[in-house]
Structures are given as structure tokens and as C-alpha cells.
């Protein structure tokens, strides 16, 4: 009974001021990376970087960092679309993903909210595409489990 409330309490969506995350029931963070991006790609996304932070930090300023990997991610269609109505959308396109170590709370995914990104402008079309690319992060971050 136990376990079955702490996966509930791990799918909880937070809302956070720039975006949204929530705990991974994943215990090895390499699975849960690769959970993640199963996830997003499920949902039309296309990681176009990775940022290992904990190796990047280690390697440049020798600091030793808990495991934190930052994905650009991009619906390539949304993008396109973005992009016919405002070229220089792209500054705010791809979307950003989180997965961290949590400070003995687990793993923890962490996405930037579209809408907010995109407040920036007024076009309708604009809007209705970061509405969309956010729904689709919020169905990827429902299934990373």
C-alpha cells in the first residue's frame, strides 16, 4: 500500500514559475534519461542536444555535481510552422528538459513551459503552436514513469 501511494506521489505534475516537473519512479538515472527521451520522442520530439552537466562540470571546472542532464528537445512540424510565421522564433525553439538528482528525493524531470516562452509574442498562430508543444511535453512527462 505503501509503494502504491509513492507512485502516486511521484506522478503528481509540480507547477513551477517557468515550467513544469515531477518525481521519476525510475532509481538509476541513465534509465531514467533514457525513459525521458523514449517518452518525448513518443510524442513527436527529437533531442537535438544533451548536455551532461555533472560530466561537463567535472571536466572544466573540476567540480564534482550531482547527475543533472539538460535535453533540447524539438517537434521538427511545430518548429517548421513557428518558423513560417516568424523567422527568428527559433531563439526560443528547442524546449528544454531537465532530469536531475534530487537532494534525496529521487530523480526529478523538470520542463520549460511553451506558453510562457512564447508570451513574448502576440500572433494567435504563435500561441496555438506553443499550446501545442506544450501539451505534447505534458503527455511525454505522464509517461516517463
Avoid: N
Wanted: hydrophobic residues 45%; glycine residues 6%; contains cysteine.
Amino acid at each position: 500500500m505503501i509503494d502504491a501511494a509513492l507512485s502516486e506521489t511521484r506522478k503528481v505534475v509540480h507547477e513551477l514559475p517557468y515550467g513544469f516537473g515531477r518525481l521519476l519512479d525510475q532509481p538509476h538515472f541513465e534509465t531514467a534519461v533514457a525513459t525521458a527521451s523514449t517518452a518525448l520522442e513518443a510524442q513527436g520530439f527529437s533531442i537535438a542536444a544533451k548536455i551532461d552537466l555533472q560530466k561537463t562540470l567535472r571536466a572544466r571546472l573540476q567540480i564534482d555535481f550531482r547527475c543533472y542532464v539538460i535535453l533540447a528537445v524539438c517537434d521538427v512540424a511545430l518548429a517548421e510552422q513557428a518558423l513560417e510565421v516568424d523567422p527568428l522564433i527559433g531563439l526560443l525553439v528547442p524546449s528544454t528538459v531537465v532530469i536531475q538528482e534530487g537532494a534525496g528525493s529521487g530523480l526529478y524531470v523538470a520542463v520549460e513551459a511553451s506558453q510562457q516562452l512564447f508570451q513574448f509574442t502576440d500572433h494567435p498562430r504563435l500561441k496555438s503552436i506553443a499550446l501545442e508543444t506544450e501539451r505534447r511535453l505534458r503527455r511525454a512527462v505522464d509517461g516517463m514513469g
